[in-house]
């Protein structure tokens, strides 16, 4: 099994929901990325997490927040979001926790904050 | 300046065609990734280079670590690899990203 698998593909939530985004590997590996892409735009980078441990936190705002319940699921928590949050959330995984092993991405979630 | 530029920004070919795509980048890197992305979403990773050529199919990349260079050749296009490809350097504090090269192969 080489595939990150996200759920859901698609989300409409308004400013005031709770929801959360899923993110699941059984590759082995121990890294795990969250990406927030614009149109037309390259990935920008969320978090990362290495051995199920928050290792990076680019400055994202609160209203995102990450979970590791285990080496396998990645989740992303989202409340209070606003309209500029709709983008597309990528989760990635790789089995080096450098970004020098090949990275494996999900189909990611689009989300429309309204 | 960007760190990473891509040339061209977008390439329109005729099937058959042998495509190819660059990467230069500024800084030092311990890797470079090449990816692709159709509409829609989802990324596959195509390559990860440190040195020297990879082959896959129909795609070679190549990279040269002193000229801080990196290419994506597609051999015998085909309207199937109508995508982004994006190329990202892997540095100590995590990937840079340039800003892709959007493919359309013409049947």
């Known amino acids: 099994d080489t595939e990150v698998t996200q759920t859901p593909k698609h989300l409409v939530m308004g400013m005031t929901n709770k929801k959360s985004l899923k993110c699941e590997q059984h590759?082995?590996?121990?890294?795990m990325y969250w990406y927030k892409q614009k149109a037309k735009k390259p990935p920008e980078l969320m978090f990362v997490y290495s051995y199920e441990k928050l290792s990076i936190n680019e400055s994202v705002p609160s209203r995102f927040s990450p979970e590791c319940p285990n080496s396998s699921l990645l989740n992303l928590h989202l409340h209070a979001l606003q309209p500029e949050d709709s983008a597309l959330y990528l989760c990635?995984?790789?089995?080096?926790?450098?970004?020098?092993?090949?990275?494996?991405f999900g189909e990611g979630s689009r989300l429309t904050v309204l | 300046k960007n760190e990473v530029e891509q040339s061209p920004q977008n390439l329109t070919a005729q099937e058959g065609e042998f495509i190819t795509i660059n990467c230069s980048y500024s800084v030092g890197i311990s890797a470079l990734h090449w990816l692709q992305q159709h509409p829609g979403g989802g990324i596959v990773s195509l390559f990860m280079?440190?040195?020297g050529k990879k082959k896959h199919g129909r795609l070679i990349a190549t990279i040269n670590i002193q000229e801080k260079h990196s290419s994506l050749h597609i051999t015998a296009s085909h309207p199937r690899d109508s995508a982004v490809y994006i190329c990202a350097v892997v540095r100590a504090d995590g990937l840079t990203f340039g800003k892709g090269t959007h493919l359309i192969i013409q049947p």
């Open positions: 590759m082995g590996h121990r890294a």
């Open positions: 280079l440190s040195s």
């Open positions: 990635a995984s790789s089995d080096a926790p450098s970004f020098t092993g090949e990275l494996f």
